[in-house]
């Protein structure tokens, strides 16, 4: 199959928005097995809007577009779209209640600009999106012409593109014929704590081994996740490969896998915690209490974690952590001492039997040749055993600090499991 990608957006032409989505669709369009013969981008006007999606209908006849879905102004495009193919906007009711029924259980009333978005072009097939007010829309036309319009909000298209779209690609790929129902399912191998190309060292050649899946490398402030997709195979096959390809990827990364799919980190240090009847205590500098959140964000967390401290200022590592003041003087607060004492007093004050502490330098000012912004000590610590590691991070503040908090319970998941 043979397609185009149109992304609509004046932020992304002026490079106030980076297209993530246009990165996004390429990654899964190609896996699907569907070659993108072109990629264009369009500001938030009718005719560059008309022009480009009539552009790709003629030369491929299938074009996916972002974008321009929104209840504003200039959100133009299925009203451009409608147009090319000689269709009405109607208003679907079912699609009214339901963007209705979103804004209620937020607790406020519908702006009225919002009803357009419940009117689509006659024929269309809606694509529910249960993350936001915009669906997807599917448009074909007797001559086999097909155009998909997907939000332009990375987290909506997304899901539409997993859920909706990439399924009915695939049944059109394999003519959508008989015999045993055709899926597209996908598993994920977590991993943190070991880069990309290093991975691809570990893990080799393996496409050959685990084909007809695919395999993708995603990685993020997290970690690299490591997607297996088994693309229009029958339910029973596909779950069958996906199980024995990811067992096969867990024993390759070895301690670098901490879970599947959408596990999060922080949810298994807490079991792992809950396991040893250990409680939890945190004392962070540069993150700013990142790490407490990360812990906190997890459901039933109190159980386990007691609470944390926010020291920033030297004075409060030693207030409240009684991190010596002569540690600080003769290493600095960016240290293998400092943060050692710092997981100690964490301890001590929270009567925890586990602590992690962070200490670093996150930018964009403060570094030294001796210690570059993203310089990071990290320490965990199980009743009278603690581990320091220091890593320099790449990336900008925020992304030092994100990268920061995921190491740190990195460590101490670790530390838990040598125990």
């Known amino acids: ?71 504003t102004r200039d959100d133009m495009t299925k009203g451009v779209v409608a147009e090319l193919f000689g269709k009405r906007l109607v208003l679907d009711e079912g699609l009214l209640a339901s963007i209705e029924a979103r804004f209620q259980r937020l607790g406020r009333p519908m702006p009225a600009v919002n009803r357009t978005q419940a009117e689509v072009p006659e024929g269309a097939t809606v694509l529910p999106n249960p993350r936001g007010t915009a669906p997807g829309l599917w448009l074909e036309d007797g001559r086999g012409r097909v155009a998909v319009l997907l939000p332009g909000v990375p987290r909506e298209m997304r899901g539409l593109l997993v859920e909706e779209v990439l399924p009915r690609i695939a ?41 007809p899946l695919t395999l993708a490398y995603l990685p993020s402030t997290d970690g690299v996740d490591l997607r ?55 004392a962070e500098s540069c993150t700013g209490g990142l790490v407490a959140k990360r812990i906190t964000d997890v459901p039933g967390a109190s159980d386990t974690f007691i609470g944390g401290v926010v020291a920033y200022a030297d004075v409060i590592k030693t207030a409240a952590l009684k991190v010596p003041l002569e540690t600080l003087q003769a290493h600095g607060a960016v240290s293998e001492e400092t943060v050692r004492a710092m997981a100690e007093g964490a301890q001590r004050l929270f009567s925890a039997e586990a602590s992690i502490a962070v200490t670093g330098i996150a930018g964009p000012g403060g570094g030294t ?19 320091a590691v220091t890593r320099v991070f790449p990336g900008d503040r925020d992304e030092i600090r994100l990268r920061s908090a995921q190491a740190s319970l990195d460590l101490l998941r670790r530390l838990l499991a040598r125990a």
């Not at 015999?179 to 994920?188: A, D, F, I, N």
């Not at 096959?237 to 959408?262: C, F, K, P, S």
């Not at 040749?369 to 581990?387: Q, S």
């Open 1 to 71: 199959m043979k397609l185009e990608v149109v992304t609509i957006g004046t932020e992304l032409l002026l490079g106030h928005t980076v297209d993530s989505n246009a990165a996004e669709l390429g990654r899964a369009l190609a896996a699907a097995g569907a070659e993108i013969t072109r990629r264009t981008t369009v500001a938030d006007r009718p005719d560059p809007i008309r022009a480009a999606v009539a552009e790709a209908l003629e030369r491929t006849a299938f074009v996916l577009t972002t974008g321009g879905l929104g209840p």
């Open 171 to 211: 049944r059109r790929d394999t003519g959508g014929g008989g015999g045993r129902p055709r899926v597209v399912l996908s598993r994920t191998v977590r991993t943190t704590g070991v880069s990309e190309s290093a991975l691809a060292e570990r893990i080799g050649p393996i496409e050959a081994e685990i084909g």
């Open 228 to 282: 297996l997709t088994a693309w229009s195979l029958a339910q029973g096959d596909a779950e069958t490969r996906l199980a024995t390809a990811a067992t096969r990827l867990r024993a390759l990364v070895g301690e670098h896998w901490y879970g599947e799919d959408g596990a999060d980190l922080a949810a298994v240090v807490l079991d792992a915690l809950r396991k040893g009847r250990q409680r939890l205590g945190v």
């Open 369 to 387: 040749p001796e210690k570059p912004v993203g310089t990071v000590w990290l320490a965990a610590r199980v009743h009278t055993d603690t581990r």
